[in-house]
């Protein structure tokens, strides 16, 4: 046997593999049940494998996945607003499917397009699911900090912050998985005073390196002469960053900030001297936990 490629979902390897099998490739998925531990392991060893029956033949099986891989792809508009691109069939902002997938299902009778449109309910509704949006409620206060993310702490240090604190400070980073809630929250009552987006690149947002080469963006808050600072880094599943806020507009203690799509980091730097109230390991709900309190010096 010899792996052949590591497919992004269990759906997408089950596909793949078909598509093999029909042109007299033998072909099967081996990792296929460790996405139930994602989150626990890196991600990369979660996702599933597509691996060949007969090595003789992976030359030919590089060149069939190759094709399906790289169909013509086309755009479309969902009736949201929100334009779809390449073969995405079903819309990432309202769940909505486009229609000609479960139409072509019907009109052939072919397994694989009924697959197709099973696999694609299952999407919508884990979508749905992804996008869930909570209403929050719990401690408030000019000294409380409160988690801006669900997920679990992975870091507690001081470090030097040069971009908005421009000195020491104290970071608590969260990390969320694909299965939390990703509406992000601003943990205290303030003004924004600095939004900046920096490009980078997509590793595991668990890492330490990440909070340096990562796409992330930053926010700023000013409060009650503070300065707090809450960054949305992407990960290795996450791509887009979503920010609401703007430098100037005052915003209240856990209110919607923003959005991170499909498993990422938020990082919040408090000045020295906070008292911290959560350790790596534990869970945090955003707008609920208290993870930190301001000295009253």
Not at 93 to 115: D, F, I
Not at 201 to 216: D, H, I, P, V, Y
Not at 269 to 292: L, N, Q, R, Y
Request: glycine residues 8%; proline residues 4%.
């Amino acid at each position: 046997m010899r792996r052949l490629a590591q497919a992004p979902n269990l759906a997408i390897a089950t596909l793949w593999v078909h598509a093999l099998r029909e042109e007299g490739v033998e072909a099967t998925v081996q990792r296929e049940f460790l996405g139930a531990v994602m989150g626990q392991l890196p991600p990369d060893q979660c996702l599933p494998e597509i691996w060949i029956d007969d090595d003789t033949q992976l030359e030919r099986a590089k060149e069939l996945l190759h094709a399906v891989q790289h169909r013509p792809q086309r755009n479309w508009q969902c009736v949201c607003g929100e334009r779809i691109e390449g073969g995405f069939e079903q819309c990432w902002q309202c769940g909505e499917m486009m229609p000609a997938a479960y139409t072509a299902a019907l009109t052939r009778r072919s397994w694989p397009l009924w697959l197709l449109a099973f696999t694609l309910t299952l999407v919508a509704l884990w979508v749905a699911y992804f996008f869930r949006d909570p209403e929050r409620t719990g401690a408030r206060g000019d000294q409380l900090v409160i988690a801006p993310a669900d997920g679990k702490v992975v870091m507690i240090t001081e470090v030097d912050e040069p971009t908005f604190v421009h000195g020491r400070a104290v970071r608590v980073s969260i990390f969320m998985n694909v299965f939390n809630v990703h509406v992000n929250r601003y943990p205290v009552s303030g003004t924004v005073r600095y939004v900046h987006r920096t490009a980078g690149k997509f590793m595991n947002a668990a890492t330490e390196e990440s909070s340096l080469e990562n796409e992330q963006t930053s926010v700023g808050l000013e409060a009650g002469g503070r300065r707090i600072l809450v960054r949305q880094i992407a990960g290795l599943i996450a791509r887009r960053i979503h920010t609401y806020s703007r430098e100037g507009e005052r915003v209240e203690q856990g209110e919607r900030m923003g959005l991170i799509r499909f498993g990422s980091r938020v990082d919040v730097f408090v000045p020295p001297g906070s008292t911290v109230h959560v350790k790596a390991g534990e869970t945090t709900v955003a707008g609920t936990t208290v993870i930190a309190e301001f000295s009253s010096k």
